[in-house]
């Protein structure tokens, strides 16, 4: 059965407005998993690549010391981070996510590798009049000032 061009129009929306629940964003992901703040999801998604001092994530987050420390506490109860000594400094520690936060993070490596696969399928055509959508898309989200470039 073909569909008529609004009904096409209704499931390409509804796609589109999937893929944030999707885990397409981390911090979106981590933040609607858990019920985070936005800061506590930032948080995350800067762990997720690699452990860090506390000192680093205030200066990332752009938070003072003692914010970083409730911080660091409130997921620590969560068990989402956990704080370990830094292996060349005693003095330090370091902060790493937990394998709990990281099953958020596989969920959406999973999402981008079928998209990937998607676009890797996809004909030239197929891309031609997406890539203009999305361009289209991308200019009217930037002018409206709800993303940045």
């Given amino acids: 059965m073909e569909r008529n061009l609004s009904e096409?129009?209704?499931?390409?929306?509804?796609?589109l407005n999937r893929l944030p629940?999707?885990?397409?964003?981390?911090?979106?992901?981590y933040q609607q998993s858990y019920g985070l703040s936005y800061?506590?999801?930032?948080?995350?998604?800067?762990l997720y690549?690699?452990?860090?001092?506390?000192?680093?994530?205030?200066?990332?987050?752009?938070?003072?010391?003692?914010?970083?420390?409730?911080?660091v506490d409130r997921l620590e109860r969560r068990g989402l981070v956990k704080r370990r000594r830094h292996p060349a400094d005693r003095r330090r520690s370091l902060v790493f996510i937990t394998d709990k936060a990281l099953v958020s993070s596989f969920q959406r490596e999973q999402v981008r590798e079928l998209i990937e696969r998607a676009v890797d399928d996809a004909t030239e055509k197929?891309?031609?009049?997406?890539?203009?959508?999305?361009?289209?898309?991308?200019?009217?989200?930037?002018?409206?000032g709800l993303i940045k470039s």
């Fill in 8 to 15: 096409k129009k209704e499931v390409v929306a509804a796609w």
């Fill in 21 to 29: 629940a999707a885990g397409v964003g981390i911090a979106v992901d």
């Fill in 39 to 46: 800061v506590d999801a930032k948080a995350l998604e800067l």
């Fill in 49 to 71: 690549g690699a452990p860090l001092g506390p000192r680093q994530l205030a200066e990332k987050l752009q938070m003072s010391p003692a914010g970083i420390t409730k911080l």
């Fill in 126 to 144: 197929q891309l031609e009049v997406l890539y203009d959508f999305l361009q289209e898309l991308g200019r009217g989200l930037l002018s409206e």
